[in-house]
């Protein structure tokens, strides 16, 4: 079945830790994303990736670092800098990033404790 | 870049058609108007999408004012699993590839 997907479900670390988050699809998309979701908001885009080898910031970087060297994985990690990391992580994807419209796809999301 | 504003809550009796309004009334001329819902602590679910024409699939129907001010979302049908929030988006074009700006959505409660 094609689709993304995101590991873990839960994560748990200790303040100060880096750590990375999965998303793999196998959907053949070109554009990947990362969003972050408080409780009880709306989703933010942290980075986003439209081919290989090149990604963007999104509006809330600061804190968080990305890579693209396949097109089927964009991890994020989640830096010792990022001042409140515990939130709800969802990773997208979707057709070539131009074009006229497509829809994105989202993963199941990873929800992260730091303490 | 485009904003958009929905009510922040609704409630629908089960069977009956949920209709979701949502305003944007700075989205440009190619700007496409998109749907997603969410489910609790799931990811984001594409519904359907539109530029200016109405547009209807197997999970919803998508109506456009003709000034593309505002559009609704209706659910013909709606079923307690339709309990969702429901984000209406407007799309960026350009350099920044698609980017989704999520607003708060509205939260939909079937209710039986």
């Known amino acids: 079945d094609g689709g993304i997907t995101q590991s873990p479900k839960y994560l748990f670390r200790k303040e100060g830790q880096n750590v990375t988050l999965s998303c793999e699809q196998n959907l053949n998309h070109d554009a990947m994303y990362w969003y972050r979701q408080d409780p009880g908001q709306g989703l933010r885009l942290i980075y986003y990736s439209q081919i290989v080898n090149d990604f963007q910031k999104g509006d809330i970087a600061e804190g968080y670092s990305v890579s693209r060297e396949k097109k089927e994985s964009f991890p994020l990690t989640v830096t010792s800098a990022q001042k409140n990391p515990t939130a709800f992580y969802l990773c997208a994807s979707s057709a070539p990033a131009g074009g006229r419209s497509y829809e994105q796809y989202f993963g199941p999301g990873t929800r992260l404790t730091v303490t | 870049d485009a904003k958009t504003t929905q009510p922040t809550s609704m409630d629908c009796a089960e069977g009956r058609a949920a209709n979701l309004p949502c305003n944007h009334s700075t989205i440009s001329g190619n700007e496409y108007v998109y749907w997603y819902r969410q489910i609790h602590s799931q990811g984001p679910q594409y519904i359907i999408h539109?530029?200016?024409n109405n547009e209807t699939n197997e999970m919803a129907s998508l109506i456009i004012t003709e000034d593309r001010k505002s559009s609704t979302l209706i659910l013909p049908h709606a079923t307690l699993r339709d309990t969702a929030v429901y984000y209406c988006i407007v799309r960026l074009l350009g350099r920044q590839g698609g980017k989704l700006i999520f607003g708060q959505g509205t939260e939909l409660s079937v209710k039986p």
């Open positions: 539109g530029l200016k």
